[in-house]
């Protein structure tokens, strides 16, 4: 069954759910290629400021669907490869998207449904809410980035114990360990998430993709790379409109017009 990606918009902010609640939002190649359209849109699109992704019915997303990978033990290589590099070119575009992607997630997320939630720049739980890293329990390995995305912000202890048990962890362990931003009563993790999006979106679009841009990199480059990177980032932020507006709004004592400045590109 093809995936429903619904769009919706608050302001500057554009909500996307993976509505698919009859298998918990399942992922498919349907909505690797679909979401990745959507925030190619997005990125073009100089009224929205954030981007929330969120799951229908109450749940983030189980993952991929156990009845179609089931079907894969007797599908050619090449045809399962093409779905994962699929999987894979999705959570490329997130990282690649200049817009902050927030997930809100209730209920829980498993397998690849924590690869996407991780893949997000920030993560808003429910306090009953948890990731499982599931692959295990059914005989796989983790894919969609699983591994590269919690090693960047777990201990390698705890994102073992995650990938060899399938155990599922709350999302208080989660928050304490840094993996999760915010951690808020269930039933409000999207109307949180929406806010901070509306709060995020009101900033400087420009200024927040190269700060999205080093934070990703981090990881991955040495302190001279990095200090490079910083470095020439820094100075085409410098003739940038965007910290012309910031620093004359800061001297000016004023709120800063970033949204003129959108709406005059």
């Given at each position: 069954?093809?995936?429903?990606?619904?769009?919706?918009?608050?302001?500057?902010?554009?909500?996307?759910?993976?509505?698919?609640?009859?298998?918990?939002?399942?992922?498919?190649?349907?909505?690797?290629?679909?979401?990745?359209?959507?925030?190619?849109?997005?990125?073009?699109?100089?009224?929205?400021?954030?981007?929330?992704?969120?799951?229908?019915?109450?749940?983030?997303?189980?993952?991929?669907?156990?009845?179609?990978?089931?079907?894969?033990?007797?599908?050619?290589?090449?045809?399962?490869?093409?779905?994962?590099?699929?999987?894979?070119?999705?959570?490329?575009?997130?990282?690649?998207?200049?817009?902050?992607?927030?997930?809100?997630?209730?209920?829980?997320?498993?397998?690849?449904?924590?690869?996407?939630?991780?893949?997000?720049?920030?993560?808003?739980?429910?306090?009953?809410?948890?990731?499982?890293?599931?692959?295990?329990?059914?005989?796989?390995?983790?894919?969609?980035?699983?591994?590269?995305?919690?090693?960047?912000?777990?201990?390698?202890?705890?994102?073992?114990?995650?990938?060899?048990?399938?155990?599922?962890?709350?999302?208080?362990?989660?928050?304490d360990a840094g993996l999760v931003n915010r951690v808020v009563p269930?039933?409000?993790?999207?109307?949180?998430?929406?806010?901070?999006?509306?709060?995020?979106?009101?900033?400087?679009?420009?200024?927040?993709?190269?700060?999205?841009?080093?934070?990703?990199?981090?990881?991955?480059?040495?302190?001279?790379?990095?200090?490079?990177?910083?470095?020439?980032?820094?100075?085409?932020?410098?003739?940038?409109?965007?910290?012309?507006?910031?620093?004359?709004?800061?001297?000016?004592?004023?709120?800063?017009?970033?949204?003129?400045?959108?709406?005059?590109?």
């Open positions: 069954m093809p995936a429903t990606i619904e769009i919706e918009r608050q302001g500057d902010v554009m909500i996307v759910t993976n509505d698919f609640p009859e298998t918990r939002n399942a992922l498919n190649a349907d909505f690797y290629t679909g979401f990745a359209d959507t925030l190619a849109t997005a990125d073009k699109d100089q009224t929205i400021g954030a981007i929330v992704l969120t799951g229908g019915g109450k749940f983030f997303c189980a993952g991929g669907d156990l009845n179609r990978l089931k079907k894969f033990a007797t599908t050619p290589e090449l045809e399962r490869r093409d779905s994962i590099n699929r999987l894979h070119a999705m959570i490329k575009a997130m990282a690649e998207c200049s817009k902050p992607i927030i997930a809100a997630v209730e209920g829980g997320a498993a397998g690849a449904g924590v690869s996407l939630a991780a893949a997000c720049d920030l993560i808003v739980m429910a306090e009953n809410a948890y990731f499982s890293v599931s692959y295990v329990k059914i005989g796989l390995s983790p894919d969609g980035g699983a591994t590269a995305l919690l090693a960047q912000a777990l201990p390698r202890q705890l994102m073992t114990e995650m990938c060899l048990t399938g155990d599922k962890v709350d999302a208080v362990r989660l928050l269930a039933g409000t993790v999207l109307e949180e998430a929406a806010a901070w999006g509306a709060r995020l979106a009101k900033g400087p679009a420009r200024s927040m993709a190269r700060v999205k841009d080093l934070c990703r990199a981090a990881q991955e480059n040495s302190l001279s790379k990095q200090l490079d990177m910083e470095r020439d980032l820094m100075i085409a932020s410098q003739t940038d409109p965007e910290s012309i507006e910031g620093i004359s709004a800061f001297l000016e004592k004023r709120p800063a017009d970033y949204a003129k400045l959108r709406r005059e590109d």
